[in-house]
């Protein structure tokens, strides 16, 4: 006679599918905190706000660890100052654990915090294969109010794009000539290889007329903006999930593997560069994120 307590087959077999997609889960959450593609502050926020999340599930050792320059001493030592003892799960942590725990990121990892103003002079960028050509494409569709910059590039043009509409295709000789007559607002060599720049004459005319312009740059060349022109807004384009970023990566299909590998490198780097910016706007569907960007214009 089969013994009651013992769950069917069947059950055992949902419960640890559940299991293994749980821990898949908090493994990509981890990865995200990990990558910066959230804050620590953001994975707290969420589980506290969804008790059945898998963010609520991780225990507070995972957590700390998952963080950039917190190793298992360092750890340790915080869990021992904040009186946190290592078998807690985030969710499960009371109201003065909770309380000292997000006190102490906000000290040591402060989220970054929008400057305030707008201007007329808005620089979208992010990490590689986030989408900003796409929001950006999206913004020139949609409102046509906002003028697009179009950037000068060494690089061969891809499959589609079409000079003076997606970039004006330029050899050396060329970029060398608008770097050296101060054509440029910026300019910046990416991934080692090809060189871009914004020209600086259609920018110039558009803000004279009063309107709003947008330039889809890279982390360099936002940089270079933000030292020529301090009033200009920086919008920094986060993907929803560093899984979600990789996807793209590949799904791409326009570099091969070691390009790949070598532009998820550069993206851990400009992920870690986001505080430098005045907003952050999560690409989780590209007419609501060039939405929020659009808005973003005084």
């Not at 959450?29 to 593609?37: A, E, Q, Y």
């Not at 991780?58 to 700390?64: N, S």
């Not at 040591?108 to 400057?115: D, Y």
């Amino acid at each position: 006679m089969p013994d009651s307590r013992t769950p069917p087959e069947v059950d055992r077999a949902a419960a640890s599918r559940r299991a293994v997609a749980a821990r898949r889960e908090r493994a990509a959450l981890k990865r995200d905190v990990s990558t910066r593609v959230i804050s620590p502050q953001d994975l707290l926020r969420r589980a506290w706000a969804e008790p059945d999340s898998a963010a609520a599930a991780m225990r507070v050792t995972e957590f700390l660890t998952a963080i950039p320059a917190i190793g298992e001493g360092k750890r340790d030592r915080i869990l021992a100052d904040l009186q946190i003892a290592p078998v807690k799960k985030i969710g499960g942590l009371g109201v003065r654990q909770r309380q000292v725990l997000g006190d102490y990121l906000d000290r040591r990892l402060p989220e970054p915090k929008a400057r305030g103003g707008r201007s007329r002079l808005i620089v979208l960028a992010g990490p590689t294969a986030v989408g900003k050509g796409t929001v950006a494409a999206h913004i020139k569709e949609h409102h046509p109010e906002i003028l697009l910059s179009v950037s000068a590039t060494t690089r061969p043009p891809r499959p589609g794009e079409v000079e003076g509409e997606h970039y004006f295709f330029v050899d050396d000789g060329e970029f060398d000539r608008l770097v050296r007559d101060g054509e440029l607002l910026e300019h910046a060599t990416v991934h080692n290889a090809y060189r871009y720049g914004t020209p600086r004459r259609p920018i110039d005319a558009a803000l004279d007329e009063g309107r709003t312009v947008l330039l889809e740059i890279d982390l360099q060349g936002a940089r270079q903006v933000r030292a020529a022109a301090p009033d200009a807004t920086l919008v920094f384009l986060l993907p929803p999930s560093w899984d979600e970023l990789v996807n793209r990566l590949v799904g791409r299909g326009t570099e091969g593997a070691e390009e790949r590998a070598r532009r998820l490198k550069t993206a851990r780097v400009e992920l870690a560069s986001q505080g430098e910016f005045d907003y952050r706007v999560v690409n989780d569907d590209v007419s609501r994120a060039a939405a929020e960007v659009a808005s973003l214009a005084s």
